[in-house]
């Protein structure tokens, strides 16, 4: 492809998951550079929720993406990409919460802070607020924190959940629904 084709190819809409999948898989580096900057921020955000540590989530992303980029080819459909993902992260986070020692204090951050700028009043509730959901969130088992963070945070199908965490849609809702009793129960100060 010349300088003007590339040009020509980076004007044009966004390419779907799919294309970008298949072109990566053909060694196309920039096709996979498009995905990882599609996917990295949800995948962080999952992640950073699951753990509760920042660090321990951004050695998560780089090692899925560096794993999904290593094992491309095994991917039977390109359309699968985006599961495939998010069970390799979630696979990955429960495996890293296995392995924690009971006594090791967990690093409690707020993922996405309060913008800068409104009262200050409310920026500080807020920040409390989403603290108080961090602990909360990880006060669950790490199958309930997954799928209710898959489905409330991700907004990802109840079957899609069961193929990433490798369990039915029936056992995903019996999942999220002590998750949402648990939380509920919890954050009812905040009500």
Do not use: K
Request: hydrophobic letters at 40%; one cysteine or more.
């Amino acid at each position: 492809m010349t300088g003007a084709q590339s040009a020509q190819a980076g004007a044009g809409p966004p390419l779907d998951d799919a294309t970008l999948v298949s072109r990566a898989r053909e060694g196309d580096v920039r096709a996979y550079e498009q995905l990882v900057l599609r996917y990295q921020g949800p995948i962080f955000r999952l992640a950073v929720r699951m753990l509760a540590s920042r660090t321990d989530a951004e050695d998560v992303v780089q090692e899925v993406f560096l794993t999904a980029w290593r094992r491309l080819a095994q991917l039977s459909e390109d359309a699968a990409f985006v599961g495939w993902l998010y069970r390799a992260a979630t696979n990955r986070c429960l495996n890293v919460l296995r392995s924690r020692r009971p006594e090791v204090e967990l690093d409690f951050e707020v993922a996405d802070p309060p913008q800068r700028g409104g009262q200050p009043e409310h920026a500080a509730q807020v920040s409390e607020q989403l603290v108080a959901l961090n602990r909360a969130l990880q006060q669950l088992t790490p199958q309930q924190r997954a799928c209710w963070l898959l489905r409330e945070v991700h907004g990802r199908s109840y079957e899609e959940i069961g193929e990433i965490v490798g369990t039915n849609s029936t056992a995903v809702r019996g999942r999220i629904a002590r998750a949402r009793a648990q939380l509920a129960e919890v954050m009812r100060p905040w009500r």
